[in-house]
């Protein structure tokens, strides 16, 4: 294995374990440093610079820029958190054009999964009694509860990491 192999797989690795920091900041304080997206952006001339083919590297960047345009309307909106924005663009630059796809699914996929977890969660501490979950309101405060999205962005960011050493 050549020096260049080296540093492609320590970037995809280097990705992975940021990406996967991000997600326990989030579940952890509900924040994403922005140190952490912006390595992540700042690694990926690294990942281009060692791949052993040509890599398409600016629609990987209209792919980001489009998806951080995106985060900050769903932020405006109160849709998002700024720190989640930030990562699904840093993450997707990753992914670029033939990934974005699968990454956006993975991560809604995991999304889903944990607002139904965390939805259930909610409703087993307001029920009387296990048997009665189903059958307990959630209260109108639980769409307001903060959710630590950057967990589900992992998801999808680590598949596309998983993806990419896979390819080469």
Request: charged share 10%.
């Amino acid at each position: 294995m050549n020096i260049l192999a080296i540093a492609w797989h320590l970037s995809l690795l280097a990705f992975a374990g940021l990406i996967f920091s991000a997600a326990i900041s989030d579940i952890l304080r509900f924040r994403i440093p922005n140190r952490i997206s912006i390595a992540i952006v700042l690694l990926y001339p690294a990942y281009l610079l060692s791949a052993n083919q040509p890599v398409d590297w600016l629609p990987a960047i209209g792919v980001a820029a489009a998806c951080l345009t995106v985060g900050v309307v769903l932020y405006s909106m109160k849709a998002c958190g700024a720190g989640d924005a930030k990562l699904f663009a840093a993450a997707a630059l990753w992914a670029g054009p033939e990934l974005i796809l699968p990454f956006g699914l993975y991560t809604s996929l995991a999304g889903g999964v944990m607002v139904l977890f965390m939805w259930f969660q909610h409703r087993l501490a307001r029920a009387p009694s296990v048997g009665m979950v189903l059958q307990t309101n959630a209260d109108t405060g639980f769409s307001k509860q903060p959710m630590p999205y950057g967990a589900a962005i992992a998801v999808g960011g680590l598949y596309v990491a998983f993806t990419l050493l896979r390819v080469n």
